[in-house]
Nanobody
């Protein structure tokens, strides 16, 4: 059974940066396109960034130019570098395969952008 563990969240001031990590155990994610999702209070979970097995990246418009997704298959870990954060980025962030989710959801990591 695959387990996804997200980490790196916290309280960040507007304009700040944060790097999230997602480690997978139980199975390799190297054959999969991986994504970072987020769910803000009262909103649906949305896919904000994804990376293919060939390291092709896609981003939702609201994070383009600010977020960077990367993967380290040897470590079975996916990262999300977030820069120029704004309060609108406040959410619980999750990783999973994309766009179809094959793994059980992890607990997510809370990112709160506030002064």
């Amino acid at each position: 059974q695959v387990q996804l563990v997200e980490s790196g969240g916290g309280l960040v001031q507007p304009g700040g940066s944060r790097r999230l990590s997602c480690a997978a155990s139980g199975s390799s994610f190297s054959p999969y396109r991986m994504g970072w999702y987020r769910q803000a209070p009262g909103k649906q979970r949305e896919l904000v960034a994804s990376i293919t097995t060939a390291n092709m990246r896609n981003y939702v418009d609201s994070v383009k130019g600010r977020f960077t997704i990367s993967r380290d298959n040897a470590k079975n870990t996916v990262y999300l570098q977030m820069n120029s954060l704004s309060p609108e980025d406040t959410a619980v962030y999750y990783c999973n395969t994309a766009p179809t989710t094959y793994f059980p959801w992890g607990q997510g990591t809370q990112v709160t952008v506030s002064s």
